[in-house]
Structure formats: structure tokens, C-alpha cells
């Protein structure tokens, strides 16, 4: 496995392999890497190379959020990449991928300023130039995201159509511990009685999926019986649950046949993101 962080040495490694006809699959993280991570790696092996990015983005951070903070161990990331089969690290550094003159952005209407996108201003803004960059530099065949950031996968489905990319996004499933708390490398600040609170999480993401399963349609209800549940907990603050359309992220009024389940909550002073989704009711 290589370690690169040059974006031209990145660039001719992309060129050698499309010049040999490989695929690539490509996995962006921001490195702290778990079992959430490794299962997109797993479902890229079905490409012939690998390349993972580990870029802790500056551009998707707000001014009081956990940018400094934000866990890094690329010695323990660079281990577990190679036993899972990972061909490249893609580890650039901030200053290559923003020079100082740098002023071009992507950014996206409608869907990119609801749920976390209304609380995170600037975040998808964030979120879609780097991947514009980085899916110029690694030039894959697919990339491969997680269902937990289901606002952040439908936001890259819509810029891959609105701007004819040349590539097949794949969405994997939310990966959870044992006792269902979804992974994230944001877990890690949670100390044992936060993160015994945030159970909370899934449990009210069960709850809502239960009660559409068993026929609720008023997203209200759902929401207040989800929000009950998360105030059970004392450490947990609401940041939203909002009964979405998975497409658009538009609230719904009723449920039709579509519908995902966003919630973002704060135990302590960790914002915890966790969802459900259904796509096809009876
Ligand atoms: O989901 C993440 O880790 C980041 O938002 C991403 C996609 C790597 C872009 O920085």
C-alpha cells in the first residue's frame, strides 16, 4: 500500500492505472477511521484498485465547531487501510488543496440547507468542493458513502447528476456497535456517561421507524413521539428531527411512500447525527 500526499504524484498514479483499464474506487474520509469506514472499503474491493482520502476539510467546518479538535491518527488509520486491502491513502494537506489564492466553490440550492446543512451554515458548501477536488484528483469509477450521512449522500447524488460526473455513486449501510449506536469517529469525545446516553439515539431512530412500519403516517406524531424519547434522556439536546422526502430533504406533511428519519442531537458538546430510511411503502 502508498501513502501519498502529492496531488500531482496522486494525479500520475490515477493515469498509470486508467491507462491499463483498472477501476477505481474511491472512499473519502476524514481519516479516524472504524468499522463504518471499512465497510465502504469492503464494498469498493469490487474495483480493481483502491484509493481511500484521509483530509480533514476545513472548508465544512464552522467557526465554533470541532476543527481543531477533530480526532487524527493516520498512523493507526495507515495499519488498518492495509490490512483491509486499501492500494492507496490519498493524505493531502490543507495548504495544497487551498493554496492561498483560492476561490472557486460548489455549491448546491435546496437541499443543502436543511436538516444539518440549516445548522452547519456552509457545511455542504464545505462538503461539495472538496469532493469536486477530490474526485478530479482520484478520478474514480465509483465512490462509495455511508447511509448515516444520508443528507450528505443525497447532496452528492444531485451535484454527480447536476454536473454530469463521470461516475456511479454507491451508498452502503449504517454501520452500529452492539448495542446500536451508529458509528462515528465523533464517538470518541463521548465520555462513559455520554456515551451510554447517547443510546438515545437509536432508540428514538427505532421508535419512528416502528411506528411508520406498523402504519403511523402524520410526521408529526412520529416526531413528537421520537422527540418524547430523546427527552428522556438529560444530556441529550435537540438539534432537529424532521420526517424528510430522502430525495429533496423537504419536510413531509404526510408519508406516502418514501420518507427519512433525521435526527441530530447534542449529548454534552458532541453533535450526534443518526437516521432511518424507508423506500417503499406499502
Ligand atoms: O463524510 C465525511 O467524512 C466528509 O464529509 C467527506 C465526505 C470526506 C468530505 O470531507
Given at each position: 500500500m502508498q501513502l501519498i500526499s502529492d496531488?500531482?504524484?496522486?494525479?500520475?498514479?490515477i493515469d498509470k492505472w486508467r491507462k491499463q483499464n483498472l477501476?477505481?474506487?474511491?472512499?473519502?474520509?476524514?481519516?479516524?477511521?472504524?468499522?463504518g469506514h471499512l465497510s465502504l472499503v469492503k464494498a469498493a474491493k469490487e474495483n480493481d484498485k483502491v484509493v481511500l482520502s484521509i483530509f480533514v476539510n476545513p472548508m465544512?467546518?464552522?467557526?465554533?465547531?470541532?476543527?481543531?479538535?477533530?480526532?487524527?491518527?493516520?498512523?493507526?488509520?495507515?495499519?488498518?487501510?492495509?490490512?483491509?486491502?486499501?492500494?492507496?491513502?490519498?493524505?493531502?494537506?490543507?495548504?495544497?488543496?487551498y493554496p492561498q489564492n483560492f476561490s472557486t466553490y460548489v455549491d448546491m440550492n435546496s437541499i443543502?440547507?436543511?436538516?444539518?446543512?440549516?445548522?452547519?451554515k456552509g457545511h455542504f458548501r464545505g462538503v461539495c468542493t472538496v469532493l469536486m477536488k477530490l474526485f478530479n484528483i482520484v478520478r474514480p469509477h465509483n465512490v462509495y458513502f455511508g447511509q448515516k450521512d444520508?443528507?450528505?449522500?443525497?447532496?452528492?447524488?444531485?451535484?454527480?447528476?447536476?454536473?454530469?460526473?463521470?461516475?456511479?455513486?454507491?451508498?452502503?449501510?449504517?454501520i452500529r456497535e452492539e448495542d446500536k449506536l451508529a458509528k462515528s469517529s465523533r464517538n470518541v469525545y463521548l465520555n462513559e456517561k455520554e456515551r451510554k446516553a447517547a443510546l438515545v439515539l437509536s432508540k428514538a431512530i427505532f421508535l419512528g421507524e416502528n411506528l411508520v412500519k406498523n402504519g403511523q403516517r402524520n410526521p408529526k406524531i412520529i416526531i413528537e413521539e421520537m422527540k418524547k424519547e430523546l427527552l428522556k434522556e438529560k444530556l441529550a439536546k435537540i438539534d432537529y428531527v424532521s420526517l424528510v422526502h430522502?430525495?429533496?430533504?423537504?419536510?413531509?406533511?404526510?408519508?406516502?411512500n418514501e420518507v427519512l428519519g433525521a435526527i441530530a442531537?447534542?449529548?454534552?458538546?458532541?453533535?450526534?447525527?443518526?437516521?432511518?430510511?424507508?423506500?417503499?411503502?406499502q
Amino acid at each position: 500500500m502508498q501513502l501519498i500526499s502529492d496531488i500531482q504524484a496522486m494525479s500520475e498514479q490515477i493515469d498509470k492505472w486508467r491507462k491499463q483499464n483498472l477501476s477505481i474506487g474511491f472512499v473519502p474520509t476524514m481519516g479516524y477511521l472504524h468499522e463504518g469506514h471499512l465497510s465502504l472499503v469492503k464494498a469498493a474491493k469490487e474495483n480493481d484498485k483502491v484509493v481511500l482520502s484521509i483530509f480533514v476539510n476545513p472548508m465544512q467546518f464552522g467557526p465554533k465547531e470541532d476543527l481543531a479538535s477533530y480526532p487524527r491518527d493516520l498512523k493507526r488509520d495507515t495499519k488498518l487501510c492495509e490490512e483491509n486491502g486499501v492500494d492507496i491513502i490519498f493524505s493531502p494537506t490543507a495548504e495544497q488543496m487551498y493554496p492561498q489564492n483560492f476561490s472557486t466553490y460548489v455549491d448546491m440550492n435546496s437541499i443543502s440547507d436543511k436538516l444539518c446543512g440549516a445548522s452547519r451554515k456552509g457545511h455542504f458548501r464545505g462538503v461539495c468542493t472538496v469532493l469536486m477536488k477530490l474526485f478530479n484528483i482520484v478520478r474514480p469509477h465509483n465512490v462509495y458513502f455511508g447511509q448515516k450521512d444520508a443528507q450528505q449522500c443525497a447532496v452528492v447524488k444531485h451535484m454527480i447528476e447536476d454536473l454530469n460526473l463521470n461516475l456511479k455513486l454507491k451508498i452502503c449501510p449504517i454501520i452500529r456497535e452492539e448495542d446500536k449506536l451508529a458509528k462515528s469517529s465523533r464517538n470518541v469525545y463521548l465520555n462513559e456517561k455520554e456515551r451510554k446516553a447517547a443510546l438515545v439515539l437509536s432508540k428514538a431512530i427505532f421508535l419512528g421507524e416502528n411506528l411508520v412500519k406498523n402504519g403511523q403516517r402524520n410526521p408529526k406524531i412520529i416526531i413528537e413521539e421520537m422527540k418524547k424519547e430523546l427527552l428522556k434522556e438529560k444530556l441529550a439536546k435537540i438539534d432537529y428531527v424532521s420526517l424528510v422526502h430522502p430525495k429533496t430533504m423537504q419536510e413531509l406533511e404526510w408519508i406516502e411512500n418514501e420518507v427519512l428519519g433525521a435526527i441530530a442531537v447534542f449529548i454534552g458538546k458532541t453533535r450526534l447525527i443518526d437516521n432511518f430510511l424507508i423506500q417503499e411503502l406499502q
